[in-house]
């Protein structure tokens, strides 16, 4: 006899995602806030997004392009690829859970890392598959602890690279081991939304992977580098089978048309994109050096933020100086939730709000 249940049941997996919890985003009355909890860039969006975006709101009542041709063309100039390859979406964490659905189901599985992007969890348990954690090494992805649990079930392995929110990368011949050692029907899913801020020889971020690869993709976002957060923009490069999967039940009008207008136009801003990297190349020696002088540990970055780790001693946790910081105006992220209950992660923000973190932590450590 059907047991008849009194309420709605949710499928497998779904019950066993955390809830997400957004960093800070207020100060104390009276104070002047600076918000460095998001990894959102100091220096804006490229004035030709905004002049896109101004001209784009004058025609409101006309659906968006389902296809976001011109977006699509511009990334294709920009970076050299075949627009058929390309999709785009409501940030890159739409397409990461479209690759999930498109291809987990219930009795497969999906690897994540230690400390990886909290959304990788979260779409394979969504998709009613396995997640299956892989520890990482000194908070860098470990290719052997995610190979030695990759089985016939195995059908997606998700690493951010860099990582978020270590700062960490490894070496793009570490991701072709990584590939090499993956059955044919599991997806290596590259999620590279710091890329751009990457400066390392070793470093790519994956484009030539995915186009010699049918199960490899690579996922971008608007939301870091080129200050678009706002507009929830995201795209990637994929295998043209896994294009067609995935288009099949994409929402023909994920990405609206300020958000398609502004991207297209960031995208050929690439002076605008060098000046952001050269601001953050300026700043992050400064930050760790200046972190590291306080008897803080830093953990070596790539990105436009950095990990920081304080002492377990009573006054001088994370969590003391999470509060200390905040009444000041200092709003950083606290990451208990990624692995990291004794650190903070910094926004490398503007000069003032840089300085002013300093400062703060110079007082905190000094009490």
Same mark, same amino acid.
């Given at each position: 006899?059907?047991?008849?249940t ?5 499928r497998p997996?779904v019950?066993d995602?955390e809830?997400y ?7 104390p009355?009276?104070i $002047? ?8 860039t100091p ?6 997004? $905004?002049?896109?975006?101004?001209q784009?709101?004058?025609?409101l ?8 041709? $011109? ?9 050299g690829l075949?627009?058929?390859r390309?999709?785009?979406?409501n940030?890159? +964490?739409e ?5 999930a659905?498109? %291809?987990?189901?219930?009795?497969? &599985?999906?690897?994540y890392t230690?400390?990886g992007?909290l959304?990788? !969890?979260t ?5 009613g ?7 990482e !090494? +000194?908070?860098?992805? +470990?290719?052997?602890?995610?190979l030695?649990r990759?089985?016939a ?5 998700y690493?951010?690279?860099?990582g978020n929110p270590?700062g960490?990368?490894i070496?793009?011949d &570490?991701v !072709?081991?990584l590939?090499?050692?993956?059955p ?9 939304a %710091?890329?751009e801020y990457?400066?390392?020889?070793d470093? &790519? ?6 186009s010699?690869s049918?199960n490899?993709v690579?996922?971008r976002?608007?939301?870091k580098?080129?200050g678009l957060?706002?507009l929830?923009v995201g795209?990637m490069?994929?295998?043209?089978t ?6 099949r039940?994409?929402g023909?009008f994920n990405l609206?048309a300020?958000?398609?207008a502004a991207?297209?136009a960031?995208t050929a801003?690439?002076a605008?994109?060098?000046e952001t990297?050269?601001y953050?190349?300026?700043w992050?020696?400064r930050l ?6 306080? =008897?803080? =540990?830093v953990t070596?970055?790539v ?8 002492p ?5 946790s ?5 509060r200390?910081?905040?009444e000041?105006?200092?709003?950083? !992220?606290a ?6 209950p004794h ?5 490398? =923000?503007?000069p003032e709000a840089?300085e002013?973190v300093?400062a ?8």
């Amino acid at each position: 006899m059907q047991t008849l249940t009194t309420a709605p049941v949710p499928r497998p997996g779904v019950l066993d995602i955390e809830a997400y919890v957004p960093g800070k985003s207020h100060a104390p009355a009276g104070i $002047r806030l600076h918000k460095l909890s998001s990894n959102e860039t100091p220096l804006g969006p490229s004035p030709a997004a $905004r002049a896109a975006l101004t001209q784009a709101s004058e025609r409101l009542e006309l659906y968006p392009d389902p296809q976001a041709t $011109r977006l699509k063309a511009a990334l294709a100039d920009r970076y050299g690829l075949n627009p058929a390859r390309i999709i785009c979406g409501n940030g890159s +964490d739409e397409l990461l859970s479209l690759l999930a659905n498109a %291809y987990l189901s219930e009795g497969t &599985e999906g690897i994540y890392t230690e400390h990886g992007f909290l959304l990788h !969890r979260t779409a394979i348990l969504a998709a009613g598959a396995k997640a299956v954690m892989a520890p990482e !090494r +000194d908070a860098h992805v +470990d290719v052997d602890a995610i190979l030695e649990r990759v089985n016939a079930r195995t059908r997606m392995v998700y690493i951010a690279n860099p990582g978020n929110p270590t700062g960490t990368y490894i070496p793009f011949d &570490e991701v !072709r081991r990584l590939h090499a050692g993956l059955p044919p029907a599991c997806i290596l899913v590259l999620d590279a939304a %710091y890329a751009e801020y990457v400066r390392r020889n070793d470093y &790519e971020a994956g484009i030539e992977l995915v186009s010699g690869s049918n199960n490899v993709v690579m996922t971008r976002t608007f939301s870091k580098i080129h200050g678009l957060a706002a507009l929830r923009v995201g795209w990637m490069y994929v295998p043209e089978t896994i294009a067609d999967a995935v288009e099949r039940i994409r929402g023909p009008f994920n990405l609206n048309a300020l958000a398609i207008a502004a991207a297209a136009a960031s995208t050929a801003d690439t002076a605008h994109v060098e000046e952001t990297v050269a601001y953050n190349n300026e700043w992050l020696p400064r930050l760790t050096e200046g972190l590291t002088a306080l =008897g803080l =540990g830093v953990t070596p970055s790539v990105t436009n933020f950095v990990l920081i780790h304080f002492p377990q001693d009573a006054g001088k946790s994370a969590a003391e100086a999470d509060r200390f910081l905040v009444e000041r105006g200092f709003v950083l !992220r606290a990451v208990g939730g990624y692995g990291f209950p004794h650190a903070l992660r910094m926004t490398i =923000g503007s000069p003032e709000a840089n300085e002013g973190v300093l400062a703060a932590l110079a007082e905190f450590m000094a009490r």
